[in-house]
């Protein structure tokens, strides 16, 4: 019988939970040091998004969302690709946003996930609207107003309403507004 160098003494519950925290790491992009868990790198990137940071948010996300694939977390890789589609469109860089946009699109669609779905529709349609494809970008924000309005997230639906104030006529927005006043 062979006996280990070492002995892991850790309990059979702890050790298969590191083994489930380690199976979520990604492979590391900070040399020499231990690689980030998916929830953190989310958080960083959405801490370097918020301070203008976009650049950074843009390399971290590049490198991250093949990764999180890879692990198949789809949830995760839709929200990075979400996120990066929205710092590429804000780099200026929207012709290689879209592919991004549109994989978050259909990665929310697959999992069911209407409030994931809204903002993927939301930068879906800020990257059409950048590269100029402004019926795309018009019909992407009625079906971000009809998701919200089905799904109840009055929030999004008066900030969507606001947005397509001019193609609904400004009397059918007020009033649609109005409703949501009310409430």
Same mark, same amino acid.
Request: aromatic share 10%.
């Given at each position: 019988m062979q006996i280990p160098e070492t002995l892991d003494l850790t309990s059979p519950h702890h050790r298969r939970?590191?083994?489930l925290y380690?199976?979520?790491q990604l492979?590391?992009?900070r040399p020499g040091r231990p690689p980030l868990p998916l929830e953190l790198a989310s958080l960083k990137c959405d801490v370097l998004m918020t301070v203008g940071g976009y650049e950074a948010a843009r390399n971290l996300l590049q490198a991250l969302v093949p990764k999180a694939e890879v692990l198949g977390d789809r949830?995760?890789?839709a929200s990075m !690709? +979400?996120?990066l589609a929205h710092a590429l469109t804000v780099l200026g860089e929207a012709g !290689? +946003?879209?592919p991004y946009a549109e994989r978050a699109r259909s990665l929310y669609a697959e999992l069911g996930d209407n409030s994931g779905l809204a903002k993927s529709l939301h930068v879906l349609a800020g990257v059409c609207g950048s590269l100029d494809i402004n019926d795309r970008a018009r019909d992407l924000t009625r079906e971000l107003l009809d998701l919200a309005e089905?799904?109840?997230?009055d929030g999004l639906s008066v900030r969507t309403i606001f947005t397509l104030r001019f193609e609904l006529g400004l009397e059918q927005a007020l009033l649609r507004l109005s409703d949501y006043l009310d409430k």
């Open positions: 939970r590191r083994h380690r199976s979520r492979w590391s992009l949830r995760w890789a !690709a +979400a996120d !290689a +946003a879209l089905r799904t109840g997230q």
